[in-house]
Protein backbone atom coordinates (compact mmCIF):
# COMPACT_ATOMS: atom_id res chain seq x y z
CA UNK A 1 0.00 0.00 0.00
CA UNK A 2 1.33 3.56 -0.97
CA UNK A 3 2.48 5.41 1.91
CA UNK A 4 2.58 8.87 -0.38
CA UNK A 5 0.58 11.88 1.25
CA UNK A 6 -2.65 13.26 0.44
CA UNK A 7 -2.45 16.27 -1.85
CA UNK A 8 -3.71 19.22 0.17
CA UNK A 9 -6.63 21.01 -1.33
CA UNK A 10 -5.54 24.97 -1.27
CA UNK A 11 -8.62 27.40 -1.26
CA UNK A 12 -8.56 31.12 -0.32
CA UNK A 13 -10.52 31.85 3.06
CA UNK A 14 -13.22 34.35 4.33
CA UNK A 15 -13.84 35.78 8.14
CA UNK A 16 -16.27 33.24 8.29
CA UNK A 17 -13.08 30.58 8.24
CA UNK A 18 -11.52 32.48 11.57
CA UNK A 19 -12.45 30.04 14.17
CA UNK A 20 -10.95 26.84 12.15
CA UNK A 21 -7.86 29.20 11.67
CA UNK A 22 -7.26 30.31 15.04
CA UNK A 23 -8.17 26.68 16.60
CA UNK A 24 -5.23 25.45 14.59
CA UNK A 25 -3.15 28.04 15.09
CA UNK A 26 -3.63 27.66 19.04
CA UNK A 27 -2.40 24.17 18.11
CA UNK A 28 0.62 25.42 16.17
CA UNK A 29 2.11 27.80 17.88
CA UNK A 30 3.65 27.34 21.46
CA UNK A 31 1.99 29.25 24.20
CA UNK A 32 5.34 30.10 25.86
CA UNK A 33 6.39 32.33 23.31
CA UNK A 34 3.15 34.71 22.54
CA UNK A 35 2.91 34.45 19.03
CA UNK A 36 -0.65 33.39 18.41
CA UNK A 37 -3.25 36.07 17.39
CA UNK A 38 -6.56 36.41 18.89
CA UNK A 39 -9.80 35.83 16.97
CA UNK A 40 -10.11 39.42 17.43
CA UNK A 41 -6.58 40.45 15.79
CA UNK A 42 -7.31 38.43 13.02
CA UNK A 43 -10.67 39.90 12.38
CA UNK A 44 -9.22 42.97 12.24
CA UNK A 45 -5.86 42.21 10.25
CA UNK A 46 -8.21 40.16 7.23
CA UNK A 47 -10.32 43.33 6.88
CA UNK A 48 -7.12 45.88 5.66
CA UNK A 49 -6.87 46.73 2.69
CA UNK A 50 -4.30 43.88 0.49
CA UNK A 51 -4.82 40.70 3.41
CA UNK A 52 -5.50 37.31 1.79
CA UNK A 53 -6.57 34.28 3.98
CA UNK A 54 -5.38 30.94 1.99
CA UNK A 55 -6.54 27.67 3.52
CA UNK A 56 -5.14 24.03 3.18
CA UNK A 57 -7.79 21.33 2.93
CA UNK A 58 -7.45 17.77 3.63
CA UNK A 59 -11.12 16.16 1.98
CA UNK A 60 -13.65 18.63 4.47
CA UNK A 61 -10.79 19.14 7.23
CA UNK A 62 -8.73 22.24 7.33
CA UNK A 63 -5.02 21.34 7.86
CA UNK A 64 -3.29 24.66 7.79
CA UNK A 65 -3.21 27.85 6.42
CA UNK A 66 -1.46 31.33 5.48
CA UNK A 67 -2.45 35.28 6.05
CA UNK A 68 -0.62 37.71 3.98
CA UNK A 69 -1.15 40.77 2.70
CA UNK A 70 0.58 43.27 -0.48
CA UNK A 71 -0.13 46.57 -0.38
CA UNK A 72 2.17 49.46 -3.09
CA UNK A 73 3.97 46.86 -3.87
CA UNK A 74 5.03 45.26 -0.40
CA UNK A 75 4.24 41.76 0.68
CA UNK A 76 4.52 40.29 3.87
CA UNK A 77 3.51 36.72 4.69
CA UNK A 78 1.67 37.99 8.41
CA UNK A 79 0.87 33.93 9.74
CA UNK A 80 1.63 30.17 8.65
CA UNK A 81 0.93 27.28 10.72
CA UNK A 82 0.16 23.80 10.21
CA UNK A 83 -1.80 21.22 12.23
CA UNK A 84 0.63 20.09 14.42
CA UNK A 85 -0.26 15.64 13.24
CA UNK A 86 0.14 17.05 9.81
CA UNK A 87 3.87 18.35 9.80
CA UNK A 88 6.68 17.37 7.75
CA UNK A 89 4.30 16.33 4.69
CA UNK A 90 4.64 19.45 2.35
CA UNK A 91 1.50 21.67 3.60
CA UNK A 92 3.46 24.55 4.95
CA UNK A 93 5.41 24.53 1.70
CA UNK A 94 2.84 24.40 -0.67
CA UNK A 95 1.17 27.26 1.68
CA UNK A 96 4.24 29.45 1.29
CA UNK A 97 4.67 28.80 -2.48
CA UNK A 98 1.03 29.95 -2.90
CA UNK A 99 1.93 32.84 -1.05
CA UNK A 100 4.89 33.36 -3.13
CA UNK A 101 3.39 33.12 -6.52
CA UNK A 102 0.27 35.14 -5.25
CA UNK A 103 2.65 38.14 -3.87
CA UNK A 104 4.15 38.00 -7.45
CA UNK A 105 0.73 38.21 -8.94
CA UNK A 106 0.01 41.34 -6.89
CA UNK A 107 2.69 42.31 -7.98
CA UNK A 108 4.76 42.34 -4.71
CA UNK A 109 8.32 43.19 -5.23
CA UNK A 110 9.05 42.11 -2.22
CA UNK A 111 7.56 39.79 1.04
CA UNK A 112 8.79 40.40 4.36
CA UNK A 113 8.23 38.33 7.03
CA UNK A 114 8.78 38.08 11.25
CA UNK A 115 9.73 35.34 13.15
CA UNK A 116 10.31 34.79 16.47
CA UNK A 117 14.36 34.57 16.92
CA UNK A 118 14.81 30.51 17.33
CA UNK A 119 11.64 29.31 15.45
CA UNK A 120 12.71 26.08 13.81
CA UNK A 121 10.90 27.31 10.71
CA UNK A 122 13.65 29.01 10.06
CA UNK A 123 14.28 25.61 7.92
CA UNK A 124 11.06 26.29 5.41
CA UNK A 125 11.71 29.88 5.04
CA UNK A 126 15.73 29.74 3.77
CA UNK A 127 14.74 26.82 1.47
CA UNK A 128 12.62 29.16 -0.27
CA UNK A 129 15.41 31.92 -0.43
CA UNK A 130 14.47 34.59 2.55
CA UNK A 131 17.40 36.07 4.60
CA UNK A 132 17.07 37.95 7.31
CA UNK A 133 16.87 41.76 7.32
CA UNK A 134 16.67 42.49 10.86
CA UNK A 135 15.80 42.17 14.29
CA UNK A 136 12.89 43.30 16.87
CA UNK A 137 14.55 43.00 20.34
CA UNK A 138 12.19 41.56 23.10
CA UNK A 139 8.93 41.56 20.43
CA UNK A 140 7.39 38.74 21.10
CA UNK A 141 6.00 38.37 25.80
CA UNK A 142 5.66 34.64 26.60
CA UNK A 143 3.38 33.25 28.87
CA UNK A 144 5.49 34.05 31.90
CA UNK A 145 6.12 37.40 30.85
CA UNK A 146 9.41 36.50 29.68
CA UNK A 147 10.46 38.47 26.06
CA UNK A 148 11.72 37.11 23.09
CA UNK A 149 13.49 38.81 20.07
CA UNK A 150 11.69 38.79 16.65
CA UNK A 151 13.98 38.26 13.75
CA UNK A 152 12.61 39.77 9.75
CA UNK A 153 13.57 38.04 6.67
CA UNK A 154 12.62 39.04 3.51
CA UNK A 155 12.74 37.38 0.05
CA UNK A 156 12.65 39.00 -3.59
CA UNK A 157 10.06 38.35 -5.98
CA UNK A 158 10.43 38.71 -9.53
C1 LIG B 1 6.41 26.12 9.95
C2 LIG B 1 5.31 25.12 9.60
C3 LIG B 1 4.13 25.87 9.00
C4 LIG B 1 5.86 24.13 8.55
O1 LIG B 1 4.79 23.27 8.15
P1 LIG B 1 5.09 21.82 7.53
O2 LIG B 1 3.84 21.36 6.89
O3 LIG B 1 5.70 20.93 8.53
O4 LIG B 1 6.20 22.18 6.44
P2 LIG B 1 6.74 21.20 5.30
O5 LIG B 1 6.35 19.80 5.57
O6 LIG B 1 6.33 21.78 3.99
O7 LIG B 1 8.30 21.36 5.48
C5 LIG B 1 9.04 22.06 4.53
C6 LIG B 1 10.52 21.97 4.88
O8 LIG B 1 10.87 22.75 6.01
C7 LIG B 1 11.36 21.92 7.04
N1 LIG B 1 10.67 22.33 8.25
C8 LIG B 1 9.42 22.84 8.32
N2 LIG B 1 9.10 23.13 9.59
C9 LIG B 1 10.16 22.78 10.31
C10 LIG B 1 10.41 22.82 11.69
N3 LIG B 1 9.51 23.28 12.59
N4 LIG B 1 11.61 22.39 12.11
C11 LIG B 1 12.53 21.92 11.22
N5 LIG B 1 12.33 21.85 9.91
C12 LIG B 1 11.15 22.28 9.47
C13 LIG B 1 10.99 20.51 6.69
O9 LIG B 1 11.98 19.62 7.15
C14 LIG B 1 10.94 20.55 5.19
O10 LIG B 1 12.20 20.40 4.64
P3 LIG B 1 12.40 19.28 3.50
O11 LIG B 1 11.41 19.65 2.42
O12 LIG B 1 13.81 19.48 3.12
O13 LIG B 1 12.11 18.01 4.18
C15 LIG B 1 4.86 24.31 10.84
O14 LIG B 1 6.03 23.74 11.44
C16 LIG B 1 4.12 25.12 11.87
O15 LIG B 1 2.89 25.27 11.81
N6 LIG B 1 4.86 25.67 12.87
C17 LIG B 1 4.23 26.44 13.95
C18 LIG B 1 3.80 27.80 13.48
C19 LIG B 1 5.01 28.62 13.03
O16 LIG B 1 6.01 28.70 13.72
N7 LIG B 1 4.88 29.27 11.85
C20 LIG B 1 5.97 30.04 11.28
C21 LIG B 1 6.04 31.43 11.79
S1 LIG B 1 4.68 32.43 11.20
Excluded at 18 to 47: K, T
Excluded at 68 to 92: C, F, Q, S, Y
Amino acid sequence: MSTAPRLVDLRSGDVNDLAGVVHIMNRAFDPRYGEAWSSAQCIGMLALQGVWLTLACEGNALVGFAMARVVAGDGELLLLAVEPERRGRGIGGTLLRSVIADACDKQAERLHLEMRAGNSALALYGAHGFTQVGQRRAYYRGLTGEAFDAHTYALTLG
